[in-house]
């Protein structure tokens, strides 16, 4: 989970957004997630109470990556680049030739 989103959204919402991940991303996240649209084409969104939770999908790898979790009234607006920036990041782990990102993923297994 994201850490550094803990202080922004506080425990409560963040425990929110720690169930519906645990439950949802980890079953069927294209199912339980609503495609973005650009700039943030290509990932999803989830709702858990009044925090959104931004996640990439890695079919190849059968990983879903958690790149933000924030609150519904800001995330779009300030957080975009941030959210690009973090899936920049992912795309460049070891798995991927790149080096080692700090941000922590939410894996799936099928």
Do not use: C, F, N
Not at 34 to 56: N, T
Not at 92 to 104: D, I, K, L, S, V
């Amino acid at each position: 989970m994201l850490t550094d989103d803990l202080p922004p959204v506080g425990h409560a919402a963040y425990d929110a957004a720690r169930k519906a991940i645990l439950k949802k991303l980890t079953t069927d996240p294209e199912q339980y997630g609503e495609r973005l649209h650009s700039p943030l084409h290509g990932l999803y969104k989830l709702k858990a109470s009044h925090i959104r939770i931004a996640y990439h999908i890695e079919p190849a790898a059968h990983e879903v990556w958690v790149l933000l979790i924030g609150d519904r009234r800001t995330v779009w607006e300030t957080r975009q680049g941030e959210i690009l920036a973090r899936l920049g990041d992912e795309q460049h782990t070891p798995e991927a030739g790149g080096p080692r990102t700090t941000a922590p993923r939410a894996r799936r297994r099928r």
